[in-house]
């Protein structure tokens, strides 16, 4: 069946350190990809999409492309704030949109 | 507009006792999906509604687990006779038909089974 693996936090970093996040998928078809984002005490929240191979998506000043060839969506920040610590989940939707995530990958910046 | 909204927020049970989670989604959102969200298991899918089409019942762990919308809105998941490993925090997220649109999520329901 469908998967998502995501690299294992915590990640911990400092503010303005570039962050990445790896994040390769399994799955028949041709899902969208996508990265939410539960920053502490709050809900899931849509951070950025992609429907198709090599599709960029970006908010926030974060980054991800749909690499087809690679199976793979990693997640980029240039430029960290403590603001975006926060824990990660990569997922994939299949044709009824049922989401598949990640383990979650936590993002610790320190000041 | 009013987000996805869930009740109640914590939930504190006994072993064998029955309980009921609420879910409002969005108005004019026509797909509403239940997520589990613990420790051991990270997130996981557990039922899917898609208007007034049979619901995806294929992530439901057990027969315990049940679930319905009502008139294509409001949905309730039941759990019945819990178990400490339903302890988790219960989401729910509504979107529009198309496959590729976002999720909402709510605050999701804070269940604690002793």
């Known amino acids: 069946g469908d998967s998502v693996t995501q690299m294992e936090g915590p990640v911990t970093l400092s503010e303005e350190a570039f962050l990445t996040i790896n994040c390769t998928y399994t799955?028949?078809?041709?899902?969208?990809l996508f990265w939410y984002v539960q920053y502490p005490g709050e809900g899931l929240q849509l951070l950025l999409k992609?429907?198709?191979?090599?599709d960029k998506g970006s908010n926030k000043g974060f980054e991800a492309t749909y690499r087809k060839e690679t199976t793979s969506f990693h997640l980029e920040k240039g430029s960290v704030q403590v603001s975006d610590s926060a824990v990660y989940f990569c997922?994939?939707?299949?044709?009824?949109?049922?989401?598949?995530f990640g383990a979650g990958t936590q993002v610790v910046v320190t000041p | 507009g009013a987000g996805v909204s869930q009740s109640p927020s914590n939930k504190v049970t006994e072993k064998g006792k029955d309980v009921e989670l609420r879910c409002d989604p969005i108005?004019?959102?026509?797909?509403l999906y239940w997520y589990r969200q613990s420790l051991g298991q990270g997130l996981e899918f557990l039922i899917y509604?898609?208007?007034?089409?049979?619901?995806?019942k294929s992530g439901l762990p057990s027969d315990r687990f049940s679930a319905e919308r009502t008139g294509g809105s409001v949905s309730t998941l039941t759990i019945q006779r819990t178990q400490q490993e339903d302890s988790a925090v219960y989401l729910c997220?509504?979107?529009?038909?198309?496959?590729?649109?976002?999720?909402?999520f709510g605050p999701g329901t804070r269940l604690l089974v002793l």
């Open positions: 997220a509504s979107s529009t038909r198309d496959r590729a649109q976002t999720q909402y």
């Open positions: 108005s004019g959102h026509t797909a």
């Open positions: 997922a994939l939707s299949d044709s009824w949109g049922k989401l598949q």
């Open positions: 992609a429907t198709k191979a090599d």
């Open positions: 799955a028949t078809g041709y899902p969208s």
């Open positions: 509604f898609q208007g007034n089409s049979a619901p995806d």
